[in-house]
């Protein structure tokens, strides 16, 4: 399990079993483990999701996006759920955006 810190300072954990699940339901995913958790510390946005989710962005690649969707829990401890790519951002900025203001 790793642990890194929110742009809310809250740290956040990626567990095997959810990288597991990641790569399992998105197998694009699979080489980017270390893009997921830099994610969280330094997206280019946060937009937030319907139940009080948070939602990462950060262009990889001309027009590519990887998303982070996580949870805080407290201001001590919060976990990713899951991870993708996509092309869409157009979708996401559709969103409340959280970060920055």
Known sequence: MDVVRSKTYVPIRL?????FHITEEHSEMAGYYFEVLEEMEEPEAIYEGKKGECIAVREIENGKYIVV???ELSKEDGFV????LTRQRK???RRQKIWPQ
């Open 15 to 19: 567990t095997e079993e959810r990288w």
């Open 69 to 71: 969707i996580y949870k």
């Open 81 to 84: 759920i899951t991870a993708f």
């Open 91 to 93: 979708k996401l900025e």
